[in-house]
């Protein structure tokens, strides 16, 4: 199934892109997708303790199943304000 | 009439989101305005670049005022952000809080302004002399109790 990655502030720039889209096996959770990711930016590594995720813009979390066609968002720690 | 909460890249008018709230029954309002500073951890900051996740963010806005409603049920809010390149002395974030009583005008909006740390996505890129980087501050995780908890006591104290 296919779905949209979409990274924001340091791991973007890492990934070098905002948006990505990516094929995932049907029953993957959103720990399967940024596992995913850091297969393919192994840089990104560092931040897996430190991400929150969100599925189709509600918070979520890496044991949650996504589902084709979702879009799955990895944040690193926020600092607005 | 302004909405009640907003991610915009226009510059922020504290009197819109003030003219915004319902002054039904109402005796106070505060309004908190956060600055670009020109210096961060020793750093002389140039500008900064915020972004944000929009469509998350709009709802942790919203989270926001619905948590300070069941804490202050009469406190009316009012929280706009501000994303996308500013310069040192504009506003990135302005909150206005409307109350019976001044007490909780001034609670709610501290309150606000903890939780916007916490856990709305948004990032500020610093772009400082000699350099620039993305600032990381809190993994956002709304149901994370003990930050809520922490929020409230700095809003109560």
Redesign the interface.
Known sequence: MRVTIRLFARLRDIAGAAELERNAPGGATVGAVWAGLVAEYPELSPYEKSISCAVNADYSRFTAPVAEGDEVAFLPPVSGG | MAALTAITTAPLDTGALVEALDKSGIGAVTTFI?LVRDHNLGRRVLHLE????E???L?GLDLIVTEAAAQWPTVRLAIH?RIGRMEIGEA??AIAAASPHRADAFSASRYA?ER??????????EYFEGGDM??????????NTEARDTALKIACA
């Open positions: 956060g915020y972004e944000a996740y469509a998350l963010a709802r952000h990135s974030v302004i916007i740390k916490q856990i709305v996505p948004i990032w500020k890129h993305w600032i990381e501050g809190a993994t956002a995780d709304p149901d």
